[in-house]
């Protein structure tokens, strides 16, 4: 009924091998049943109004989608007080993902891991639409294309 999210505090391959059993996050697997346990009326959700829990939702929206698209660990990158939602291990490559819930999308996060690790590209996934070309070291992809991700 749960997603471990493994914190790890490097951008280096193997992340697995760097994820420590007793720090980690958790996530529902589904957004409903988050929903429910919170008591969020229907048309609070159909307005998309949840107020300042808005970016639980989104993050939790995401993990749901990756573990659904063949994911079989979730991390997520803190140093200090910088954090990275996820983090993937894509072909001996760590690529990073930030999640924002509306469309603004300043993330200085994941610019310092970006610049720390050197990533071939940072994905952010927002209410924005879609700019994800090869060509693209920031790539945006909206939030309901998360179960997709890499397109």
Not at 48 to 67: C, H, I, P, R, S
Not at 70 to 78: M, R
Request: net charge neutral; charged share 20%; glycine share 8%.
């Amino acid at each position: 009924l749960v997603i471990k999210v493994h914190i790890v505090n490097t951008g280096l391959h193997p992340l697995r091998g760097y994820a420590k059993e007793n720090f980690f996050k958790l996530m529902l697997f589904d957004v409903g049943i988050l929903a429910n346990m919170n008591n969020l009326a229907p048309q609070t959700i159909l307005d998309a109004d949840y107020g300042t829990y808005k970016g639980y939702f989104a993050e939790n929206f995401v993990a749901q989608e990756l573990m659904g698209n063949g994911e079989d660990h979730l991390f997520s990158w803190q140093e200090q007080k910088a954090e990275v939602e996820f983090v993937l291990d894509m072909d001996g490559q760590v690529i990073p993902i930030e999640v924002k819930s509306g469309s603004v999308t300043k993330a200085k996060s994941i610019h310092m891991f970006s610049e720390k690790y050197k990533p071939p590209y940072q994905a952010i996934f927002s209410g924005k639409t879609l700019d994800a070309g090869p060509e693209r070291k920031i790539r945006h992809y909206p939030l309901y294309l998360a179960g997709k991700f890499p397109l």
